[in-house]
């Protein structure tokens, strides 16, 4: 479903993805740890589409289609949805109203009639039960106010209504106490399936042991220097992400040597 | 034409009307008009040299022969008014064209006893005493020229009397359309509403333009609320592009009284709009909720004084603006807090919103405080569009287009919601939906 070859970025003058290489297939939970400043929310808002990223090489196949050239809003509508790690507030538009043009524009794009006032309303309902939303704050003016478990949750909702193949979870853990991690992570689990495919990137192991991944890597200085399974994350909770990066000095210092 | 020349055509054009349409007036009403005359002939018209107008030019104001009298209303209809002036709704409303009163144009339904809403002429006319001692006693006649040209030229607008513990809720509509179709009209509409102790009211004054042709409004109102007073006021303006549009609304508050004085402009091709609230009682309380969408060559000066002059009273202003094309924003904001006025709660928001590179605007806070035990602050900011919000509504698949009127609609939400008149509120907020709407539109081609 998406294929991630040899991807450079870079923010300003920095150089933050280094030569990404990553295939995710339908139906696969994929989760990216890695220490603060690896890359890792680079690697997300890149494959979502935002404009400050400037994609210096390597390119990005989603369904065979080039990613990269699509606007965000198109990505969006054929099926990428990324989870914010920091949700925006947005005074003034309600949260009903927000979801229902989302959710519309999307249809329309997948050749679906748009929904009408009742319809979105039952779906809604239905959805917001998976997070355990408060009705109210469907009126209140997008995540303004809302605490951080709130804006969570309604980044979950959201992937929920917009039913996308691929899910990107930016850190969706941060900021969540155990209760809401657990709720969060049952929303997330509820929504796996066959068909979509899912990047849970986490700082921490913690969030693994809810959302159970199929593959993990190690993002570190913008590359994957890691993959494996479940147990690599329990490695690197043991080791911690020093084991990583004095791993990684020993192989350029091998490197050095080797050009010598 | 110079600014000297214009000057002597209201001079002259006075004297005749001082032998001729004036002549009815009472002697108390004559008097005042020579007296503003004079205050005009010393005062000639602002220029960007006074301080108060330094970001105002009036050349294409002063460069045109405007005419009183000009442009008779044949082909309006009371239901193209109210469209225009979105009050399809209004139950109670007087229509003034270019000045002048249609009765067979307005309605009124049926008032609380001892309320009047008339038209200023008709009250003249019937030798009634009542205007009189208010009626250019709180508009500042001697050092404003426009408010002095208006007093000299009054002769219509609306007279809302609410007596003691009087209670008005439904919106009384004050609908002024200037009609042109090319003669270069003048008008000069003078409203007074006086809401005695305890009463309540809520008026709308509207400003609408009709027809091909240039012309000029030079609304004065004068607001008086009584003690323990409550006021809902709106003005609402949809001038014309080639409609231009001095006005001023002088408000006197007495104790305990509670003002909302709304000002959305919308239209004009040069607007200008002077609120001066005089917080003449403790514990007096006036909100100044204001927004200007303005586009295309359009330039619109918000110029705002809050005088605080007893002690325990609040004000809060907030005023935002949106500006696209090569339009021109002002705002100028003084609150004044006298040196009685302690435990005095000031504040005051500009906040202004540019979408295009061209637009622009010039923002000045002041506050002078003369009491030493007060809460006042002031803050404007001029920015555009937040980058992270249209990523956000983007990445959930709204079109850039979609997301960028979606933010800009929310960011006059804050203004529209306090309109408290529930049709009103919706009509502006379908205004502003469709404005945005029909933007992207034209972009898209």
Known sequence: MLEIKDLWAKVGDNEILRGINLNVGAGEVHAIMGPNGSGKSTLAHVLAGRENYEVTGGRVLYEGKDLLTMSPEAR??????????YPVEIPGVSTTYFLKAAVNAVRKHR??????????????????????????????????????????????????????????????????????????ASGVNALRNQDRAMIVI???????????PDFIHVLYEGRIVKSGTRELALELEEKGYDWIKSQEQRSEIGDQRSEV | MLASESKELYLSEFRRYRNNGATKNPPWLRQLRESAIASFQKLG??????????????????SVAFQRGNGVAKTVTADDIST?????????????????????????????????????????????????????????????????????????????????NCKLREPIHLIFVSLSNGESVASHPRSLVVVEDGGEARIVETYIGWGMGNY???????????????????RLQREGIKGFHIGTLEVQLGRNCNLAAHAITLGGALVRNDVHA?????????????????????????????????PKATSLELYKGILSGS??????????????AQKTNARQTNKNLLLSADAMVNTKPQLEIYADDVKCSHGSTIGQLDRDALFYLRSRGLSRDDAQSLLTYAFASEVVARVKIDSMRQRLDDYLLTKFGRNQESKIQ
């Open chain 1, 76 to 85: 969006a509508r054929e099926g990428v949805f990324l989870a914010f790690q």
């Open chain 1, 111 to 184: 050749g679906l009639e748009e929904l009408d006032a009742m319809e979105f309303l039952a779906l809604i309902k239905e959805k917001m039960q998976l997070v355990e939303m408060d009705q109210a704050l469907l009126n209140r003016p997008l995540n303004e106010g809302f605490s951080g478990g709130e804006k969570k949750r309604n980044e979950i909702l959201q992937m929920a209504v917009l039913d996308p193949k691929l899910a990107i979870l930016d850190e969706t853990d941060s900021g969540l106490d155990i209760d809401a991690l657990r709720i969060v």
């Open chain 1, 202 to 212: 986490t700082h921490y192991q913690r969030l693994l042991n809810y959302i159970v």
């Open chain 2, 45 to 62: 018209f602002p220029t960007t040299r006074d301080e108060d107008w330094k970001y105002t030019s009036l050349d294409s104001i002063t």
């Open chain 2, 84 to 164: 225009l002036a979105l009050a399809d709704s209004a139950r109670h409303r007087l229509i003034f064209i270019n000045g002048q009163y249609f009765p067979h144009l307005s309605s009124l339904g049926a008032l609380p006893v001892g309320i009047r809403v008339e038209s200023i002429a008709e009250t003249l006319q019937r030798n009634d005493d009542s205007l009189a001692p208010h009626l250019g006693r709180y508009a500042r006649v001697r050092e404003q020229a426009f408010v002095a040209l208006n007093t000299a030229f009054m002769e219509d607008g609306a007279f809302v009397m609410v007596p003691k």
């Open chain 2, 216 to 234: 000029f409004v030079n609304p004065v109102t004068e607001l008086v609320g009584g003690e323990g007073t409550l006021v809902d006021y709106y």
């Open chain 2, 278 to 310: 005089v917080l003449n009682g403790e514990g007096s309380e006036c909100l100044l909720n204001g927004l200007y969408v303005l586009d295309g060559k359009q330039h619109v000066d918000n110029s705002t004084e809050i005088e605080h002059m007893k």
């Open chain 2, 327 to 340: 339009a021109r924003g002002v705002f100028n904001g003084k609150i004044m807090v006298h040196k009685d």
